[in-house]
Every structure is written in structure tokens, then in C-alpha cells.
């Protein structure tokens, strides 16, 4: 690891010097790291997965199961965050030493909004790949109706050409 | 999906619009009891005690009693918008399985219409090499000015 405070740039650019002869006396680039790796001495992963909010240590709120609704969901943790900022100002008035445990539980609320809201990230990025594909597609189909008509047109125009050009002799 | 689009144009997508809605109500909430707390005027904890001074009078004794008001109002307005966003998310019937099928048929499609677009393409490209051929020899014939034969 560098510790130079300006380290010079890596020397491997002495690897490529007859690239431009030979393209084949330059070793090839390592593989795609796998796994985790360090970088500027933080741990980083390859594997971009949320984590669930058991492994953050977070009680899930919301039921879990295969297919969660997630538009009730939202809903019902909303209703319920509302619930819990009424109860935290009866509490303030009535038993004003008992705050922490309110705060916990809407803290804890707020957790799960967000990691829901997060967990809907994948779902709108396979919708966005859809999307794109479709578009893509559409544009495709234009485009050959697009030149099948230009080729159309281009025969069109050559026979007729063929044609005054035989009238001529 | 339309709705996505919409919003793209104007505003940023509607999950990262929900997460600010989100910041906002702990925002309204958090700024709620801080006031109510910071402001409010002191209880009287026993009859012994003397009165409590007379509050401020540059606090505004009116305002002082609408703030939990409106700042009320404005916490159920940002709980409400929320659930309005809710509503709005455009949420396919079947989760993953169903869009990753979706996927894969989009992508049959894909490859289908490219192969039929390479295949135009290229007897257009044909097309077009014949077509300049034919216009070069005939510029050429107009040049040397031959008789037509």
C-alpha cells in the first residue's frame, strides 16, 4: 500500500512500450476482481446486494414472505409512524421520563420506511430495462419500415430509369 | 410507466421523491417537538412554589398558541402527500419472476427485429452499390459523350 504522500503513477506503462509493433508483447490485463477488495484502505464489495435489516440488527416491521404488497406496506407503516409522533407528544405531557422508548420505536419506523423504499430500488430498474427495451424495439421496427420503404421507392425509381433509358435507343 | 416518465421530465423519480417525503416528515416532527419544547411556557410543578414570572412580551402570545396548529397541520399535509405518492407508484401485477419473464421476451423480440433490420440493411446496402454502379456508368458514357449502344 502507498504511503508516500505523493506516490508516483504505477510503472506498468514500461509493459506497453513496442504495444503499437507488436500488440502482443504487452502482458493482458488481470481478470475482474471477485469478492471484496481494498481500495484507499476501505473495504469494498463486487457483490452490490441490500442487506436485510435483520443483518443491520433492525426489527423488520413489515411481514415479510416472497411477494410483499408494497404499496399497503408504506401505507400501514405511515399510519402507524403518525401513531407513534401522537403517542410520543402524549407521553412528553403525561410521563415526560419515558421519551427514549417512543423515539426508539419511531426511529425504528423510520428504518423500515427506508429500507422498503430501498428494497424497490431493483424492482424499478428491471422496470427501466424494460422500458428501454421496448423503446429500443420500437425504434428498430420504424427503422425497417423505414428502409423497406427507401428500398421501395429506390426500385421504383430504377425501373423507371431503366425504362426511359430502353425508350431512348 | 408513463407516470415514471412524466415525473423524470419535472422531478426526480418517484422512489427517490417518497424518500425525501420520508426526510421531510422526520424533519416536521423532529422541528415540531423541538419548538413545542424550546417555547412552551413552564408547568407548575407544586402549589408551593410561587407563579412562574410572566413569559416574554416579545413572544407573541397568539402565535405561540397556533404553532402547534400549524405545525400539526403540516406534519398530517407531508403524511398525506406521502400516501398520495404511495398511490401514484406504478407497481406491476407480479414482482420479479413476472418482469424477468418480461425481460427475456422483450429480449427474443430485440434479437428478432435486429436480425430482420441486418437483413434489410444489407440488401439495401446491395441495393445501393448496384444503383451507384448503373449512375457511374452512365456518367461515364455522358462524359466520353459515347453514342448509346
Known amino acids: 500500500m502507498a504511503t508516500a504522500s505523493y506516490p508516483p503513477p504505477p510503472p506498468y506503462y514500461r509493459l506497453y512500450k513496442d504495444y503499437l509493433e507488436n500488440p502482443k508483447s504487452a502482458s493482458e490485463p488481470p481478470p475482474a476482481i471477485e469478492g471484496t477488495y481494498v481500495c484507499f484502505g476501505a473495504n469494498y464489495t463486487t457483490d452490490d446486494v441490500l442487506p436485510t435489516l435483520e443483518e443491520q440488527g433492525v426489527r423488520q416491521l413489515y411481514s415479510k414472505g416472497p411477494n410483499i404488497d408494497f404499496k399497503k406496506e408504506l401505507r400501514s407503516l405511515n399510519r402507524e409512524l403518525q401513531l407513534h409522533i401522537l403517542e410520543l407528544a402524549d407521553v412528553l405531557v403525561e410521563r415526560p421520563s419515558q421519551y427514549a422508548r417512543r423515539v426508539e420505536e419511531i426511529s425504528l419506523i423510520f428504518k423500515n420506511l427506508h429500507h422498503l423504499l430501498n428494497s424497490l430500488r431493483p424492482h424499478q430498474a428491471r422496470a427501466t430495462l424494460i422500458h428501454i427495451l421496448e423503446l429500443q424495439i420500437q425504434r428498430r421496427k420504424q427503422a425497417v419500415e423505414d428502409i423497406k420503404r427507401r428500398r421501395e421507392e429506390a426500385q421504383k425509381l430504377h425501373k423507371e430509369s431503366l425504362g426511359t433509358l430502353d425508350g431512348h435507343y | ?149
Open chain 2, 1 to 149: 410507466m408513463s407516470l415514471l416518465l412524466l415525473v423524470e421530465v419535472t422531478k426526480m423519480d418517484i422512489i427517490s421523491q417518497l424518500q425525501e417525503q420520508v426526510n421531510a416528515i422526520a424533519a416536521d416532527a423532529f422541528n415540531t417537538f423541538g419548538a413545542l419544547q424550546r417555547d412552551s411556557p413552564s408547568v407548575r410543578l407544586s402549589p408551593n412554589y410561587p407563579e412562574p414570572p410572566p413569559a416574554n412580551p416579545t413572544e407573541d402570545a397568539t402565535s405561540f398558541a397556533e404553532q402547534p396548529k400549524i405545525m400539526s397541520a403540516a406534519l398530517v399535509k407531508a403524511a398525506k402527500q406521502f400516501d398520495a405518492l404511495v398511490a401514484a407508484l406504478p407497481l406491476s401485477e407480479g414482482g420479479e419472476e413476472a418482469q424477468l419473464k418480461r425481460i427475456a421476451e422483450l429480449q427474443a423480440e430485440n434479437d428478432a427485429v435486429g436480425q430482420e433490420l441486418e437483413k434489410q440493411l444489407e440488401a439495401a446496402e446491395k441495393e445501393l452499390k448496384l444503383v451507384q454502379e448503373l449512375f457511374g456508368q452512365a456518367s461515364d458514357n455522358c462524359f466520353n459523350l459515347k453514342r448509346p449502344d
